[in-house]
């Protein structure tokens, strides 16, 4: 998922619980990895049941701890497609800076909350969207976002956001792009419209957003990773990004640029360990994950951090740290 750079200036806080003193806080196995980051603070969204609940880092992911309060509690049994972005300048929200979670609930349509900071005190709010967004995805849809946070460059305004999911037409599915801008509800606008039937039913999705460029990354009928990108407002389909043969059948997909510009793209090899392509070249394995288990990615300067599902104990998320050569993270969620 999608970061943006941004020193804040003050702290974020709210009651925690740590998931070190209370090992009861699990993530069922199916759960999305949504992760947002606002300066070092890291925030992953998962789901335990129904219950969609926030995992907060405010150290850069040295120390993970659960907020007490459940986000949202309608979430798909089977794990509701996910994602959340950080937005510095939000003018939907009084300019407060915001995070925003997106999810598809159990009656398979989209819905949307959003962590207003005022003050010290996070407020957990509910946004009502148009039908056409909330009614418009696939049930088997993924869902990837991420906004624009910078004044001026070519992108016009600070705050605007973007969000895809999977959508059919006449029984082809393709990606379709909403929008925000700021002081607007999302509308609905189709990426690549001559191109439904691209998509592999049910492909996770990844995007990267950044000044004046939109990539999305998705799964096309032969497994193969590819990408359609938007450069000045005009979307082009860049064909193959990971060729198959590298690639598990319906794997999961995470995505992040650092402050260098190179982009990293995480997904399961054949061997079902989680690799790591950058810029869409060099590939490495990184490591063993639990099996058909969703991945989350982001970074901070030039670190990047991978979060994933380990094998043992099962049911545990944890996460590793990049910033040129691999190592050991922190525990996010406990078995």
């Known amino acids: ?32 990895l949504a992760i947002a980051t606002a300066g070092e603070v890291l925030h992953c969204f998962f789901q335990d049941g129904q219950n969609i609940l926030e995992a907060r880092s405010a150290d850069g992911g040295l120390a ?27 003018a939907n929200f009084k300019d407060n800076q915001t995070i925003h979670l997106m999810y598809m609930n159990q009656s398979g349509q989209l819905a949307e909350r959003v962590k207003r900071m005022s003050g010290d005190t996070p407020i957990w709010e509910d946004v009502t969207l148009n039908d056409d967004v909330r009614k418009g ?6 869902m990837t976002s991420g906004a624009f946070n910078k004044s001026g460059g070519t992108w016009n305004p600070n705050g605007s956001q973007w969000a895809y999911f999977s959508s059919s037409k ?9 929008r925000r801008t700021p002081k607007d509800p999302w509308h609905s606008e189709v990426v690549l419209p001559e191109n439904w039937g691209d998509a592999l039913p049910g492909t996770s999705l990844a995007c990267i957003i950044e000044d004046g460029m939109i990539q ?30 590298d ?28 690799m790591h392509a950058t810029d869409g070249g060099s590939k490495e394995e990184v490591i063993d994950f639990y099996p058909g288990s969703k991945i989350g990615a982001t970074s901070v300067k030039d670190r ?9 104990p099962v049911g545990e998320v944890g996460t590793l740290e990049y910033d040129g050569k691999w190592k050991q993270g922190s525990t996010v969620i406990r078995a």
């Not at 990047?304 to 043992?312: A, G």
């Open 64 to 90: 993970w701890a659960t907020e007490e309060a459940t986000i949202a509690k309608d979430g798909n049994y089977s794990g509701s497609a996910m994602t959340a972005h950080y937005v510095d300048k939000d």
């Open 1 to 32: 998922m999608f970061n943006i750079l941004h020193k804040i200036s003050r702290v974020w806080t709210s009651p925690t619980i740590s998931n070190q003193d209370h090992p009861k806080v699990m993530s069922i196995l199916t759960s999305e």
């Open 137 to 142: 995805a696939d049930q088997n849809s993924r």
């Open 304 to 312: 990047v951090t991978l979060f994933y599902r380990k094998l043992n």
């Open 247 to 274: 690639v598990q059948p319906t794997t999961p997909l995470a995505a992040t640029k650092t402050s260098d510009g190179k982009t990293h793209l995480f997904y399961a090899g054949m061997s079902n360990k989680i």
């Open 216 to 245: 999305v990354f998705f799964q096309d009928h032969d497994y193969n990773i590819c990408m359609y990108e938007n450069k000045s407002n005009k979307w082009t389909s860049r064909g193959t990004y990971i060729d198959k043969k």
């Open 170 to 178: 006449d029984g082809k599915q393709g990606i379709v792009e909403i």
